[in-house]
């Protein structure tokens, strides 16, 4: 039976459709691609896959900067990546992603380690959380050494662990550095900062260039009662609002630097902001930084990495890692 006689459940445009024969068609996305494990042609940047978890199914992308006699003994900050996609779309190992995060530790030379967590709506949220924590917990188990991934045990230094992510991506950043906050990580290791891109956050009540009547009805509000149908307290549970009802203090947030980055056209450009001021007004002791490019829409910089705003992120991101 075609998709075309086929009842429709739901449907999130542009995103993603749902059959009532239980079907999934998504409608954006990018195709599969594999990693480049003896270096890109074009980045000289090495990648691989690993499985973290076979039940729950839980996997990554792990990209290494080209080494040279200058470099090869050196070891490298681990940046744990989490895609965006509205907790429904895109992979990590979509080529999307690799060409971005490829590009991206091509220039700044870190160790990526880019997360293939589960997805709504055959695995609603909490699952992606989940899955994004056990990752985090497995980067830090490495440090251990002994039978380890030799990637992270010879390139990378597990003093300078950052995590990152866009869009719904950054709303697990945020809710991952939460976590660390008042859970330890295996052999002690820490969170030293974190960045959240154009992130996915939301209220009930409208703030900023938001429109009070359309709101309630508009996609990321709509996506979000999608992904968590079981969720308490709708658009303003913690995890999507964190200065929600019975929301913990984000003076609690787990690492000791921020960077939040925002887009002057981006629908969602008024939520970093606010997270921002949130931050600053919670009495956290680490330090934050926004960043901001003007005339630029959400994610652009993954979709046009060639441009010179991408670049420029690029190099802020650097010199809040290298900082």
């Not at 019975?246 to 939040?260: I, K, M, N, Q, Y």
């Not at 997270?275 to 926004?290: C, F, N």
């Amino acid at each position: 039976m075609t998709s075309a006689t086929k009842e429709v459940a739901i449907e999130l445009l542009p995103l993603i459709r749902v059959y009532k024969d239980g079907s999934v068609e998504r409608l954006k996305g990018t195709p599969i691609v594999p990693p480049s494990p003896d270096q890109d042609p074009e980045t000289g940047v090495s990648s691989k896959d690993i499985s973290i978890s076979v039940n729950p199914s839980i996997s990554a992308r792990l990209y290494l900067p080209k080494l040279t006699s200058h470099n090869q003994n050196q070891k490298f900050p681990i940046l744990v990546y989490f895609h965006g996609g509205g907790f429904c779309i895109e992979s990590a190992f979509s080529s999307l992603y690799h060409c971005y995060l490829g590009n991206l530790v091509s220039q700044i030379n870190v160790v990526v380690v880019s997360i293939e967590y589960r997805l709504a709506p055959e695995h609603p949220l909490p699952a992606a959380y989940e899955d994004c924590w056990a990752a985090l917990q497995w980067v830090a188990s490495q440090s251990a050494g002994n039978d380890k991934d030799p990637w992270l045990i010879n390139s990378g230094d597990f003093e300078r662990i950052f995590i990152g992510g866009d869009s719904a991506g950054g709303n697990i950043v945020h809710n991952i550095a939460m976590r660390a906050g008042v859970e330890s990580l295996p052999c002690g290791v820490k969170v030293l900062g974190a960045y959240l891109v154009h992130p996915y956050f939301l209220s009930s009540k409208p703030i900023g260039s938001e429109s009070k009547e359309v709101h309630e009805k508009s996609l990321p509000s709509l996506v979000w009662n999608f992904v968590y149908p079981s969720v308490t307290g709708g658009v303003d549970n913690p995890m999507i609002n964190p200065e929600g009802p019975g929301a913990p203090s984000l003076a609690g947030l787990g690492c000791d630097r921020l960077l939040v980055c925002v887009a002057g056209k981006d629908l969602i450009r008024d939520r970093g902001v606010w997270y921002v001021d949130m931050v600053r007004k919670s009495g956290w002791k680490g330090e934050i930084e926004l960043f901001e490019v003007e005339g630029e829409d959400h994610v652009f910089h993954i979709f046009n990495i060639e441009t010179e705003n991408a670049k420029d992120m690029a190099k802020r991101l650097a010199s809040f890692i290298f900082k």
